[in-house]
């Protein structure tokens, strides 16, 4: 049964930094691509990263502020945000495809204010 929980969310001061994780298990982590996903109530998730086995993908709003990585020998993914904005307020949640079918964690909450 694939299963992905996120961790690490919070409440950070605009310019602050957090590093959420991204756990797993049911599947063959390394084999997969995975994606990081942000969403605001009322609006459509927004793809802020994707880690396959040979590149990484930033959407425009974070490239150059979040890194995306992973650590295959722990079922890991990460995701480091650094100087965040107001604008990235959101709940965060990891997926993967596996076999056809997408799964993803319940998401954490990340909250950018002063």
């Known amino acids: 049964q694939v299963q992905l929980a996120e961790f690490g969310g919070g409440l950070v001061q605009p310019g602050g930094s957090l590093n959420l994780s991204c756990t797993a298990s049911g599947f063959t982590f390394s084999w997969y691509d995975l994606r990081w996903y942000r969403q605001v109530p009322g609006r459509p998730s927004e793809l802020v990263a994707e880690i396959t086995l040979v590149k990484k993908n930033y959407a425009d709003s974070v490239k150059g502020r979040f890194i995306v990585s992973r650590d295959n020998a722990k079922s890991t993914m990460f995701l480091q945000m650094n100087m965040l904005k107001p604008d990235d307020t959101a709940d965060y949640y990891c997926?993967?495809?596996?076999?056809?079918?997408?799964?993803r964690g319940q998401g954490t909450q990340v909250i950018v204010s002063s």
């Open positions: 997926s993967v495809t596996v076999a056809g079918q997408a799964y």
